[in-house]
């Protein structure tokens, strides 16, 4: 159907667990270090008490960060994963017959969970990482290197702590724009940094600002790619912008942010999360694991 911007217009902001370290565990998106003789978890006692004082531990981050209330629990991971389409109008010519990745703004579930995404990377602020691996909240972060290169060592740091870096391309074009060489280049050529420096290949994309067209996605196909998600909502520090009509948050809901701070922002990425926490735990949301889903 051509290029498919008329899907972003209700957002026109928007840009926008592996590699733990051995010998932890990962909890819902935060890299643990397990105790001697426990890497395989105890009785159902210890595993019980473990759970108990990782709890604790939530609530009392939650305090020192500010919180209004602890972040919940999510539920676990699907034992299925859900089938995941395109969203309705977000489709281009061929998307199913030529198998090309699904473009969707939500996760098809009951459960009361969204799912926090954090594009480009301009800010990198250590305060950040801390709060969110003391709250043990989990998020997917979809990086351009010409906003990485700048610390490709402070997102191997986000990555050690559970977060999974997928694909924003190098330089943050108008895809549309651009040639299907081009699109490509930008596509795969940040598959290859992503390689290089974190040491795994994302199936992961999201373009820029969420616009593409099909040779975006072709190209996205051709460099490993098998989802590109959109989102729902956008949280800033000091607002929330809406896609639906409701302005509401639902099951199963992508929420897009951006490393950010004063540069751009009357607050910081912690003055972020509180928003963003304290609005999903009022509606009675958790917040889960991306990549569980796929």
């Known amino acids: 159907m051509g290029v498919a911007a008329l899907a972003i217009t209700a957002l026109a902001s928007g840009c926008g667990l592996d590699g733990a370290p051995s010998g932890s565990v990962s909890v819902s998106g935060s890299s643990v270090k397990s105790a001697p003789g426990q890497q395989n978890g105890g009785?159902?006692?210890?595993?019980a008490a473990r759970q108990r004082a990782e709890r604790q531990a939530v609530v009392a981050a939650a305090k020192r960060w500010g919180l209004k209330t602890p972040p919940l629990t999510p539920p676990a991971p699907p034992a299925k994963k859900p089938v995941i389409t395109t969203r309705d109008g977000f489709e281009v010519d061929g998307h199913v017959e030529e198998g090309l990745p699904p473009v969707f703004t939500t996760i098809p579930t009951r459960e009361k969970v969204v799912f926090l995404t954090i594009d480009d990377g301009a800010e990198k602020d250590p305060e950040f990482l801390r709060m969110?691996?003391?709250?043990?909240?989990?998020?997917?972060?979809?990086?351009?290197?010409?906003?990485?290169?700048?610390?490709y060592a402070h997102f191997k740091d986000m990555q050690a702590r559970g977060v999974v870096l997928n694909n924003h391309t190098l330089d943050h074009p108008y895809l549309p724009g651009l040639s299907y060489e081009q699109q490509k280049q930008e596509i795969c050529g940040m598959q290859d940094v992503i390689d290089k420096r974190y040491g795994k290949r994302p199936v992961l994309f999201r373009p820029p600002f969420g616009n593409y067209n099909k040779d975006?996605?072709?190209?996205?196909?051709?460099?490993?790619i098998t989802h590109a998600p959109l989102w729902n909502e956008?949280?800033?520090?000091?607002?929330?912008?809406?896609?639906e009509w409701d302005r509401d948050l639902h099951p199963g809901d992508i929420v897009l942010s951006h490393f950010r701070g004063r540069?751009?922002?009357?607050?910081?990425?912690?003055?972020?999360?509180r928003l963003f926490l304290d609005k999903v735990t009022e509606k009675g949301y958790a917040v889960g694991r991306l990549e569980d889903y796929l």
Request: proline share 5%; with cysteine; aromatic share 12%.
């Open 234 to 243: 956008e949280v800033f520090v000091d607002h929330w912008e809406y896609r």
């Open 43 to 47: 009785g159902p006692q210890d595993v």
């Open 132 to 151: 969110m691996s003391e709250l043990k909240v989990p998020y997917t972060a979809f990086i351009s290197d010409y906003l990485v290169k700048e610390d």
């Open 216 to 224: 975006t996605l072709v190209a996205a196909k051709a460099c490993g």
């Open 263 to 273: 540069d751009d922002w009357e607050g910081t990425m912690p003055d972020m999360i």
